[in-house]
């Protein structure tokens, strides 16, 4: 976890495990999966320096969640949901 930037950096850095743990839930019997979409808006971006990267970070959440329904689902309607935060990144390592 990047401490401005939360899980939006693991999109970058893990993309595999990001794409295998919505795999798991969607074998777990998950109806909905949340692409990491949470911390990608620009607000919780911009101080971790990822400010220009809020589409394609947000991109890359859905096709890494949908690359996983097309792996895991096996036939199943499962939904693709996406999450904004509305809390602004912390502006300290402890704040």
């Given at each position: 976890?990047?401490?401005?930037?939360?899980?939006?950096?693991?999109?970058?850095?893990?993309?595999?495990?990001?794409?295998?743990?919505?795999?798991?839930?969607?074998?777990?019997?998950?109806?909905?999966?949340i692409?990491?979409?949470?911390?990608?808006?620009?607000?919780?971006?911009?101080?971790?320096?990822?400010?220009?990267?809020?589409?394609?970070?947000?991109?890359?959440?859905?096709?890494?969640?949908?690359?996983?329904?097309?792996k895991?689902?096996?036939?199943?309607?499962?939904?693709?949901?996406?999450?904004?935060?509305?809390?602004?990144?912390?502006?300290?390592?402890?704040?």
């Amino acid at each position: 976890m990047h401490g401005f930037a939360w899980s939006a950096a693991a999109l970058d850095t893990h993309p595999e495990t990001v794409r295998a743990v919505h795999e798991d839930c969607i074998r777990a019997g998950a109806d909905v999966i949340i692409a990491t979409t949470f911390s990608t808006a620009r607000h919780v971006l911009e101080p971790a320096g990822l400010g220009d990267r809020v589409r394609a970070l947000n991109l890359r959440a859905v096709a890494l969640a949908q690359e996983a329904h097309e792996k895991a689902a096996a036939g199943r309607a499962v939904a693709v949901a996406g999450s904004i935060s509305s809390f602004r990144a912390r502006v300290t390592p402890t704040g």
